[in-house]
Structures are given as C-alpha cells and as structure tokens.
C-alpha cells in the first residue's frame, strides 16, 4: 500500500475531510446533535488546534528543518523540544482538533465519526512512513524519542 503513502499533503488531506463531513453531515441530517454550548467547544477546538499545529510549525523553524511532509528525509534536525516533548506529531494533532471543532460546528454524530478515519489515515499513510525516514536519518535518537513521546497524545 506504498501507493498512498506521503502522496496527500496533510493539510489538502484535512480539507478534503472537512468537505466530506460536511456532506455527511448532510445526507445524515438525522444524526444531528443538539447540545448546549456545541459552538464554544468547536471554538475551543478548532483554537487549541490551531494553536498546537502553529508551535510545530515554530519549533521546526527554530531549528531550520524542513516543515514539507512529502519529504521528511530532508529534516535536517531532531526536534524533540517545546510542544514535541508532548507529542511527536502536534501539526496533524492540530489539524485533527480543527477537524474535531468542524465535527462540533455541524453539530453531527456522522461528521464526528469521520475523526477516527482521519486519525487512521493519518497514522498509516503519513506518519508511519515518516517514522521509518526519521528512523533511517536519525536511528537510535529517533528511536529512544518514539519510545519517550507519544505519536498522538
């Protein structure tokens, strides 16, 4: 299944999730929720997102390596400090927390259950293989760092 692997950039990923949540959310209009308070914990969501997707963006900058995820043996660094000695994967933590506050904002049991499918993808088709590239690079620094931080949370 190499075929997939690296081939979606993570962000174009993550709108085309937001697109078909959108439209599931649609065609499963029954599924809708109604709970008090959905649009501050969307807000909330989408925030926290965005602000852990922009402190990998900034670490990464900090120690000039590359932030292109098509292309992780181009790292020039391990960056195992700030927000990745919490998780090593905080740009798509972000992207999926966005996801999650888009899940809140249409208010939809059928959108929200897409989230797992997100985070699946996520794991096999751009993670993994960056892991094996950073394992290639970097060998047992990475190795102890995957063994100490968590891929998610």
């Not at 078909?20 to 599924?31: D, Q």
């Not at 094996?132 to 931080?149: I, N, Q, T, W």
């Amino acid at each position: 299944m190499q075929v997939f692997e690296l081939k979606v950039p993570p962000v174009a990923l993550a709108l085309v999730f937001a697109v078909v949540m959108w439209a599931a959310s649609t065609l499963f209009s029954a599924a809708s929720l109604s709970l008090p308070g959905t649009s501050i914990v969307a807000f909330a969501c989408a925030f926290l997102g965005g602000g852990i997707a922009v402190a990998g963006v900034f670490a990464f900058r900090k120690h000039s390596t590359t932030v292109n995820p098509m292309k992780p043996e181009t790292t020039a660094s391990l960056v195992t400090a700030g927000i990745y000695r919490v998780t090593r994967n905080p740009m798509y933590l972000g992207l999926a927390l966005a996801l999650v506050g888009w899940a809140m904002h249409l208010a939809n049991l059928a959108a929200l259950f897409l989230i797992p499918v997100f985070v699946a993808y996520m794991t096999r088709f751009q993670i993994k293989p960056e892991e094996r590239a950073l394992l290639a690079k970097f060998g047992p620094s990475f190795a102890d760092y995957m063994a100490a931080v968590r891929r998610w949370i």
